[in-house]
């Protein structure tokens, strides 16, 4: 008898996970609340920025397999979800996040080219490079299409005989450290071998004593600027992620309107930095004026030829942060049937593919939960979120 997992949540965390398992011979019910890739869900943004320039070395190459999940995927999903159009990373004076990034780059085999400022400013006329010292081309990092392929994963899980339904689900009471069943927003109780709960920022909301505030949603604000009409600098840009010493190596980063079809709005643009706390079920989605002008004025500065031209959409998000913005992949601490993936950390969705890879091997107990992702850690740990 095939093993029966219940995956809550259909983002991208719990999407991929309930498709890898059913790959893997599991018998898997997929439910989400709103549907996957919903709006108020973390991934259901236009797109996210894929990129392996990060300080820990275990990000980078999970990074770098995602990528080829995708590519993997792409024929049966019928549709480009990666658009590998590249990573430029632009620094200032500090250089050490990169340093220490190339050097995992270097170790991995990563692809990434140094741009002469003087290269750089014929390649992207359309950036003001004078602050920047340093200019680094991650060639196989670009763009997801971000709620289109939470879609396609569960249209994809659906295909391959998945039992996917919409409705909220709640934990019912754990007896003897085991989980007895979830109950279902139809009034339906319903009983699973394994439950995973993929539950992005409404992870602290379901398991209030085990969870709690090690997850804790803040406000995030996206801006979608107005480019000029027939502007050539959509097609020549890559992402770009920029690390100058302008913001207090804060990362401002942004996804040019690639395409520019109906499937990405404008030149996108944000700040990685954490906003007010925020709940995913009552907060206002309303930008503001002050985050507005901030955002606009780094990017009057960086791409001079934006200025004048005015917001053309925004979006307001929420990251789900644990207190080292590192991801939590464990067993329930109360209940051993019963997994919790989530605490993405406003850096997660890229690594969706990865971690459905990841959970099958923990679910076989083919590999033991990555101490860097787990509950114990918290039992040392400061309040501090380090941005990764
Ligand atoms: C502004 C912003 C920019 C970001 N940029 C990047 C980036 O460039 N690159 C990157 O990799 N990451 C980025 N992230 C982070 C990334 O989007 C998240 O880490 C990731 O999407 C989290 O996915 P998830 O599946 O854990 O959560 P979610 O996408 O929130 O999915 C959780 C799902 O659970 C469902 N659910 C909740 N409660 C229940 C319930 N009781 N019953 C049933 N279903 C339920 C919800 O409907 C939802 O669909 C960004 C985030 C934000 C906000």
Same mark, same amino acid.
């Given at each position: ?102 050097? @995992?780059?270097?170790?991995? !085999?990563? +692809?990434?080219?140094?741009? %002469? /400022?003087?290269? =750089? ?54 007896? @003897?450290?085991?989980?007895? !069943?979830? +109950?279902?927003?139809?009034? %339906? /109780?319903?009983? =699973? ?66 395409? %520019? ?128």
């Amino acid at each position: 008898m095939k093993q029966h997992i219940a995956v809550i949540g259909a983002g991208a965390f719990g999407g991929w996970t309930a498709l890898m398992l059913l790959r893997n011979g599991y018998k898997v019910t997929l439910i989400d609340a709103w549907g996957a890739g919903n709006s108020r869900s973390s991934s259901g943004d236009e797109t996210r920025v894929i990129r392996s320039v990060y300080v820990d070395k275990i990000y980078a190459e999970m990074a770098h397999r995602a990528g080829q999940i995708w590519r993997e995927n792409e024929n049966a999903f019928g549709i480009q979800i990666f658009h590998p159009i590249g990573v430029l990373n632009l620094i200032g004076k500090d250089d050490s996040r990169l340093k220490a990034a190339l050097g @995992h780059f270097d170790d991995l !085999g990563l +692809k990434y080219e140094e741009v %002469s /400022k003087k290269e =750089a400013a014929k390649r992207y006329s359309h950036i003001n490079l004078e602050d920047i010292n340093q200019i680094v081309l991650e060639n196989n990092g670009g763009y997801l299409l971000a709620r289109m392929g939470c879609h396609v994963v569960k249209e994809q899980f659906v295909k391959e005989g998945g039992d996917f339904s919409i409705a909220a689900a709640y934990p019912l009471s754990i007896e @003897h450290e085991k989980l007895q !069943g979830i +109950k279902l927003s139809d009034g %339906s /109780k319903l009983m =699973a071998d394994t439950y995973i709960f993929a539950c992005g920022p409404w992870l602290g909301k379901l398991f209030p004593e085990e969870i709690g505030a090690l997850i804790r949603p803040t406000k995030q604000e996206i801006f979608y600027f107005n480019i000029p009409a027939g502007c050539d600098m959509v097609e020549n840009l890559p992402v770009w992620c920029d690390f100058s010493s302008l913001w207090d190596n804060v990362m401002m980063y942004g996804i040019p309107a690639a395409g %520019s079809d109906a499937m990405v709005r404008g030149f996108k643009a944000g700040k990685d930095v954490l906003g007010e706390d925020f709940d995913p079920d009552i907060s206002e989605r309303y930008a503001t004026e002050a985050k507005w002008k901030e955002v606009k004025r780094f990017i009057h500065h960086r791409f001079p030829i934006l200025r004048g031209m005015g917001l053309l959409e925004s979006r307001v998000c929420q990251y789900e942060n644990t207190p080292d913005a590192h991801f939590i992949i464990d067993k329930l601490p109360t209940a051993n049937n019963v997994w919790i993936m989530g605490g993405g950390s406003g850096h997660g969705y890229k690594m969706g593919a990865v971690l459905g890879e990841m959970m099958v091997d923990l679910v076989n107990e083919k590999v033991g939960v990555n101490p860097v992702f787990s509950f114990k850690r918290f039992e040392n740990l400061g309040e501090k979120v380090e941005r990764r």
